[in-house]
Nanobody
Framework: QVQLVESGGGLVQAGGSLRLSCAAS????????MGWFRQAPGKEREFVAT????????SYADSVKGRFTISRANTKNTVYLQMNSLKPEDTAVYYC?????????????????WGQGTQVTVSS
């Protein structure tokens, strides 16, 4: 299994931006569909964004469409989530997720590898 480590979370004011990174080790990410999920206190983990192994296909939750951008650099074994125009409702722990051999990953049950999560807090 690939090991995933997120970074880049923090506290930001509403309207601000953050970029999350997910660094992989143990295996190359080039054959993995990758995604980001988030979990707010008292809520279930939800899908945020996904990207295919080649980077040619992306998909987003309606709540973040137009504000968040997922990208990947397979040569660096890293996946990114650029988050702009942040809102207080974006506050959550953000998790990097990998699915070996899959095209994209939009459901938590299909995730094979999870990162430990990084906290994002957006103040109003």
């Amino acid at each position: 299994q690939v090991q995933l480590v997120e970074s880049g979370g923090g506290l930001v004011q509403a309207g601000g931006s953050l970029r999350l990174s997910c660094a992989a080790s143990g295996r190359t990410l080039s054959s993995y569909a990758m995604g980001w999920f988030r979990q707010a206190p008292g809520k279930e983990r939800e899908f945020v964004a996904t990207i295919s192994w080649s980077g040619s296909t992306t998909s987003y939750a309606d709540s973040v469409k137009g504000r968040f951008t997922i990208s990947r650099a397979n040569t660096k074994n890293t996946v990114y989530l650029q988050m702009n125009s942040l809102k207080p409702e974006d506050t959550a722990v953000y998790y990097c997720a990998g699915r070996a051999g899959g095209f994209i990953v939009t459901t938590a049950s299909t995730v094979g590898s999870w990162g430990q999560g990084t906290q994002v807090t957006v103040s109003s």
